[in-house]
């Protein structure tokens, strides 16, 4: 929950962030273009007022230079909320007429040429802000033509109500878009996180006692795929739970039964007093013995070869006729002690297959050991490798018991054995063949018939070039 909460204010954040940002971008264009505006229309309006001064003066002084009348003035100059004063100067701006505090400022020669150019300036007047507008005009008396400056300054108390309602009417809609923008994407971010809160849900009902896949059809579509993803993991996951707790609870029993032998046999010499008997229970025990540690093998071999295991393993490319030929020596000796015949008839030339030199050492040792375990003496046992329809094919034969059909489905099974077997193992043998088989992936066929003595195992691999 704690992550998930940190992701929402980690989204949130940097969905508000660049928000503020984008919003005090605009609200300041807003701002410059609303206020170059509102400046714009007053020093237009104030240029117009100067001009309409500026005839009425010409009129006035058609004849001879004088102020202009003051009720006209006092008519035209009247403003609500802004003081307005006026002045008249001649060419070199020496003041004429009018108040003399307003300020004046001499154009630029450049400034002067331009049509549209307004001679504007800020200024103050006893110490009120103005805004001053100063324009020249040309008047002719009795034939004689000279330059005045007409000036007309206003208080700006009216310019600056504008501009702070420019400022509400700019952050008031942007702070409703902003607190609009945060509940939005706050709701938004909710309902997007929700699937993962119901998903967390989920998870958190599980147990290792509780592998069950999480039901897809109440599942958010925005997360089914994740979902699919994690029930294929804890199936994996409960498979493997369920094959280690199965390999404990099959090598438990396994291990139960020549144990339990070994005490009985230890408790009943213990229990006599002649020699015979006691040398007999302790071949007993020998034999007990040496049975246990072969099953320990066998589960130790198969503990290996358990699916978690095998995905460890690196495959790399061997010669499997020489390979073969190796592995069935180091089993001659088991061989001898039936006087069976073992030995190798394949192909000479190498056939390479990409393998685990470790665990196919396993997968033919018991092969082998299971054909010598289940020929009778003086038997045969024979290997072989060679191509058959572009595949490696390695076989081992022998003219043992056989393996009944009905029996044929059932031998990869761990601990399984036959009604037929009377030899001494714990029927993990094959299974450890085929659990290799499957990580090289090798076929395993088996040709055995009852009007056929004797068991052949056919393992085919992948040809690949050699080296």
């Known amino acids: 929950m704690k992550n998930v909460l940190s992701t929402r204010k980690l989204i949130f954040q940097w969905i508000l962030i660049p928000l503020v940002v984008i919003i005090l971008i605009d609200s300041s264009f ?31 002084s058609s004849k001879k230079i004088r102020d202009i009348d003051p009720n006209t003035i006092s008519l035209l100059l009247s403003e609500p909320h802004d ?23 001499e154009a630029d020669a450049e400034n002067l040429a331009d049509k549209d ?87 958190s009902s599980l147990s290792y006692k509780n592998l069950s896949p ?32 199965r ?44 049975r246990l540690i072969h099953i320990i093998n066998q589960l130790l071999s198969l503990s290996k070869s358990q699916s978690p295991a095998l995905q460890h393993s690196e495959l790399e490319p061997l010669d499997l006729v020489t390979f073969t030929k190796k592995v069935t020596s180091t089993l001659l000796p088991d061989a001898d002690l039936k006087y069976i015949d073992l030995g190798y008839e394949g192909s000479e030339e190498a056939l390479n297959i990409m393998a685990d030199e470790a665990r196919l050492y396993d997968l033919i040792h018991n092969l082998i050991d299971n054909a010598i375990k289940y020929t009778a003496d003086h038997g045969k046992i024979t290997l072989a490798v060679d191509l058959k329809d572009s595949k490696v094919r390695l076989t081992v034969e022998d003219n043992g018991i056989g393996i009944p059909e009905e029996d044929q489905t059932m031998i990869y099974e761990r601990f399984y054995r036959g009604d037929n077997v009377n030899a001494a193992g714990a029927g993990v043998g094959l299974a450890i063949v085929k659990e290799i088989a499957d990580l090289h992936n090798a076929r395993i066929e088996i040709d055995s018939r009852q009007d056929k003595k004797g068991t052949r195992f056919y393992v085919y691999f992948d040809a690949i070039a050699p080296k």
């Not at 505006?37 to 009129?59: G, N």
């Open 30 to 60: 807003l701002f410059y273009q609303g206020d170059k505006l509102r400046q714009e229309t007053f020093d237009k309006d104030l240029a117009e007022t100067a001009k309409t001064l500026a005839v009425i003066f010409k009129k006035t």
């Open 117 to 203: 150019f307004l001679n504007v300036f800020s200024d103050e007047i006893d110490g009120k802000g103005v805004r001053v507008v100063s324009i020249p005009i040309e008047h002719a008396i009795r034939n004689k033509i000279a330059t005045y400056h007409i000036q007309l300054a206003e208080t700006r108390l009216q310019r600056e109500e504008i501009q702070r309602q420019i400022i509400f009417w700019i952050i008031i809609p942007q702070l409703i878009l902003l607190v609009s923008a945060m509940i939005l994407v706050r709701f938004a971010i909710t309902r997007g996180l929700s699937p993962i809160l119901f998903l967390n849900e989920k998870i």
């Open 83 to 105: 003081e307005m004063f006026y002045a008249i100067r001649d060419s070199k701006g020496q003041f004429m007429f009018g108040n003399p505090k307003v300020p004046y400022q």
């Open 247 to 290: 390999f404990v609870s099959d090598a438990a029993h396994q291990l139960r039964t020549p144990l339990a032998g070994i005490l009985a046999q230890i408790e009943l010499a213990l229990d006599t007093q002649e020699a015979s008997e006691i040398q007999t229970r302790l071949k007993n025990i020998n034999e007990s013995s040496k």
């Open 214 to 245: 999480i039901d897809l059809q109440g599942v958010p579509k925005e997360v089914d795929r994740l979902v699919g993803s994690l029930n294929n993991l804890m199936q994996e996951l409960n498979l493997s739970i369920q094959s280690q707790n």
